[in-house]
């Protein structure tokens, strides 16, 4: 007799099913051992039989709740890490319009004519402060010092109480325009004919700068060139924590509207120097700063970025007035081409000539555009990724420029009117001294001056040892 335990079917006998059923219980099923396997409910399919034919486990409930426990959790998982994706990349782009209280421009005031702006004293000149030396703190940015007038002379005391009063060699012009209700707030002849023709549209001219000893050096410089434009308003965004009382001392000096701005890098961008996104957190506060102070109907203005180390040509000031949407123009002194520009056919733009392609939509330099402020408002969201290399392309991109939207500027873009110059970086040095106190006549302070700028230190213990001259003979001080 064949024993029913290793049968090949299940059977259909009553006295079958009862045996399997004890045998089920002794880790049989359908005749053939699988205590290991056996499913739970001990008992076999027989709809389908031939699973019990070759012993095959079905899974148990165990693994199946396992299973789907596992796919619930990383549903979850993902649906979690979208929602904080998507909560970082606003906070990021837009949450500094929302988040930084200011003290509100009017466009009328960043645009009126000083025929506007008379005092009732008859005192012209004289500057209206808008938040003045006034600190707003954010988590993005600090507004560190707002004017949308011009200084007068009486101010002038105030805020170069640590330099050396001088005569300035423009005085009399000013005095000679302080009665000109043509004149814009005193300033020279010189800016109101640079231009003249197109002199009413505002020119947002924003300076990424960071703390270093040619700071003040480079911001002197481009500040001597904007004081011959006209009708062009000045935001300085500097790359630290806190405010810099020797900016705050030096903007005043060019008579030219403007706001300082204190807009750190994020600590998590720092880690790789050699490929750090130098400027952007400047640059994306100077943007919002823009967007909450600025009239969203006014589309009387162009925004250009101009870093500290730049050189302008004043031509460039004029061409970039009559920006519609979009305008692009050569810059010289960029990577291995020696320039980088559109190429223009027939007035359009055709194509880029750019040592550095890199897959960019538009391979230019920062200093190579300008757009409208209207696009800031069109698009609120756009702003500069954190990625060397990729500010401009991803900020264009984001704008949703198109090619033939493009206005050339500079003669169709064979002329270059801004160069992408360099100052050679240096360690800061340490002057060593015998003693502060015993230090010869103006030398001490000098060097305090040479301190308060940036450019070097003194010590008593440590640095370079340094010496004074008479006659020849070398004295140490």
Same mark, same amino acid.
């Given at each position: ?32 051992? +699988? ?18 034919? +070759? !012993? ?25 890490? *979208? ?25 009328? @005031?960043?645009? =009126? ?32 010092? +707002? ?27 000013? &005095? ?5 209700? &043509? ?28 703390? /270093? ?9 481009? !500040? =001597? ?6 009708? %062009? ?33 994020? @600590? ?37 970025? !101009? ?47 750019? @040592? ?13 555009? *300008?757009? #409208? ?32 939207? $493009? ?8 002329? $270059? ?21 015993? %230090? ?5 302070? %000098?060097? &305090? =001056? ?12 440590? !640095? ?8 020849? #003979?070398?004295? /140490?001080?």
């Amino acid at each position: 007799m064949t024993d029913r335990r290793y049968s090949g079917s299940c059977g259909s006998s009553s006295s079958s099913i009862s045996n399997n059923s004890n045998n089920s219980n002794n880790g049989y099923r359908c005749g053939i051992k +699988t205590q290991l396997h056996a499913p739970s409910s001990g008992r076999c399919n027989y709809h389908n039989n031939n699973s019990c034919k +070759t !012993g095959v486990a079905r899974p148990t409930t165990a693994a199946m709740h396992v299973k789907k426990t596992w796919k619930s959790a990383a549903v979850m998982f993902l649906a979690v890490a *979208a929602v904080t994706t998507v909560t970082a990349a606003f906070y990021f782009n837009y949450a500094a319009t929302a988040c930084c209280a200011v003290v509100p421009l009017s466009s009328t @005031s960043l645009l =009126q004519e000083s025929s506007n702006t008379v005092a009732v004293d008859n005192e012209p000149y004289r500057s209206k402060l808008v938040g003045s030396s006034a600190t707003r703190p954010s988590k993005l940015y600090t507004v560190c010092e +707002t004017r949308d007038h011009l200084r007068s002379p009486a101010d002038r005391g105030k805020f170069s109480r640590h330099r050396r009063q001088t005569v300035d060699s423009t005085s009399s012009t000013v &005095d000679k325009n302080l009665g000109n209700k &043509d004149s814009y707030n005193g300033e020279s002849e010189t800016a109101r004919n640079s231009d003249r023709g197109n002199d009413t549209t505002l020119i947002y001219f924003i300076t990424p700068t960071y703390p /270093r000893r040619e700071q003040i050096a480079e911001l002197t410089r481009l !500040g =001597q060139t904007l004081m011959h434009v006209s009708r %062009l308003y000045w935001i300085v965004a500097d790359d630290r924590p806190d405010c810099s009382l020797q900016i705050m001392n030096l903007l005043p000096d060019f008579s030219i509207p403007y706001t300082y701005i204190a807009s750190p890098m994020p @600590s998590i961008y720092k880690h790789n120097p050699d490929a750090m996104p130098r400027g952007v957190s400047n640059r994306r506060a100077a943007l919002n700063w823009i967007r909450l102070n600025h009239n969203i109907n006014d589309s009387n203005a162009v925004i250009y970025f !101009g870093d500290d180390d730049n050189t302008f040509h004043l031509d460039l000031f004029k061409e970039i007035r009559t920006t519609k949407k979009i305008s692009m123009f050569p810059v010289g002194l960029v990577g291995e081409y020696g320039v980088s520009s559109p190429i223009i056919d027939k007035g359009k733009v055709v194509g880029f000539f750019d @040592s550095w392609p890199a897959k960019r939509k538009f391979p230019v330099d920062m200093a190579g555009f *300008a757009i #409208n402020v209207q696009l800031l408002f069109k698009y609120p969201y756009a702003t500069m990724p954190y990625k060397a290399g990729f500010e401009e392309d991803r900020f264009l991109s984001a704008l949703a420029i198109r090619l033939d939207e $493009i206005e050339p500027k500079a003669e169709n873009c064979t002329r $270059i009117l801004v160069w992408h110059t360099q100052t050679a970086k240096k360690p800061k040095p340490i002057v060593m001294v015998k003693s502060k106190a015993t %230090l010869p006549g103006s030398l001490a302070t %000098l060097l &305090d =001056q040479v301190t308060m700028l940036g450019i070097g230190g003194v010590s008593e213990t440590t !640095g370079v040892r340094s010496y004074m001259t008479k006659n020849g #003979n070398i004295f /140490r001080v």
